[in-house]
Nanobody, 126 residues
């Protein structure tokens, strides 16, 4: 099993920044693609960003492209989500997830992931 623990969420003003972290354990971290999703009350889980296990290609949802950056440190078994220029509509619970898949279209789908963290709350005030 792979266990994922998110951290770094909090309350920020619009225009501010946060960096989320997701620490993984239990498996060979470098062999998994990693993704970030978010879910706001009453809404579906939304794709935010993903990074492939091979080559490190990154993918972003349209709503965050240009503002968020996903990265990973395999030596630390950790994936990050740097969030800049935060907007109130970014308010959600953010989840990290691990996948054995490396295709863009699949990594954009929550069903493409095998393991999930418990989430961390991000609240952006106006």
């Amino acid at each position: 099993q792979v266990q994922l623990v998110e951290s770094g969420g909090g309350l920020v003003q619009a225009g501010g920044s946060l960096r989320l972290s997701c620490a993984a354990s239990g498996r060979t971290f470098s062999s998994y693609s990693m993704g970030w999703f978010r879910q706001a009350p009453g809404k579906e889980r939304e794709f935010v960003a993903a990074i492939r296990w091979n080559f490190g290609n990154t993918y972003y949802g349209d709503s965050v492209k240009g503002r968020f950056t996903i990265s990973r440190d395999n030596a630390k078994n950790t994936v990050y989500l740097q969030m800049n220029g935060l907007k109130p509509e970014d308010t959600a619970i953010y989840y990290c997830a691990a996948s054995r898949i490396a295709m863009d279209r699949v990594l954009r789908d929550p069903r493409g992931y095998d393991y999930w963290g418990q989430g961390t709350q991000v609240t952006v005030s106006s």
